[in-house]
């Protein structure tokens, strides 16, 4: 007697499948059938587990913006001085963007044309403004140059984060620490005021 072949999938495991899939072919460009196939499942057992394939991708990017505004509420990011607070967002940030690097990279990639990548994109800006608003503070208490643009700053700094995405790859010889620490001397050693 021959018994079919259960579903082992998860949803989160169905997820990874689909994080990667979207960030291999993009979001517009992955069907179900990509998705399926990926997954070695049908696609009514992708049914089983999510609506759709919209829905995938807002489990995908909540977790990356969840990360990502989790660290604003960390007791680094709310006390101490304001550069301190950036200094330790920065970091944080570039934690998160490893530790979490195929949904940040869709995250990223989102272009706005569903509503969930609209939804995505207006707390993509959220987060950008929190961030902008620690800047402004360290300028106001004199720790940032005053000549920095703070838009100009935030985007600079974010720019330099952001593209981790597009080149990182784990690999011995360098920690996310270190990956860490780079960018905070990189970006921040030239945002302080010289004392």
């Not at 790859?169 to 905070?184: I, M």
């Amino acid at each position: 007697m021959t018994t079919a072949k259960r579903d082992t999938y998860t949803p989160e495991t169905l997820l990874s499948v689909a994080v990667q899939i979207f960030n291999e072919r993009g979001y517009d460009g992955t069907s179900m059938e990509h998705l399926s196939k990926a997954a070695g499942i049908s696609k009514s057992s992708i049914y089983h587990h999510v609506a759709g394939k919209e829905e995938l991708l807002h489990r995908a990017v909540s977790r990356a913006l969840d990360e990502l505004f989790a660290v604003l509420a960390e007791p680094g990011a709310i006390r101490g001085r304001a550069v301190e607070r950036v200094e330790y967002v920065t970091r944080r940030t570039v934690e998160v963007l490893v530790a979490e690097l195929p949904y940040v990279t869709l995250l990223l990639r989102v272009r706005g044309n569903t509503r969930t990548e609209r939804w995505a994109l207006e707390r993509r800006r959220e987060f950008d403004h929190q961030v902008a608003e620690l800047l402004k503070a360290a300028a106001a208490e004199g720790d940032l140059r005053a000549d920095v643009d703070i838009r100009l700053a935030t985007r600079l700094l974010f720019g330099m984060v952001n593209s981790l995405v597009e080149w990182y790859r784990p690999h011995p010889g360098t920690t996310p620490d270190q990956l860490a620490d780079a960018v905070v001397s990189m970006a921040l050693d030239g945002l302080r005021t010289q004392r």
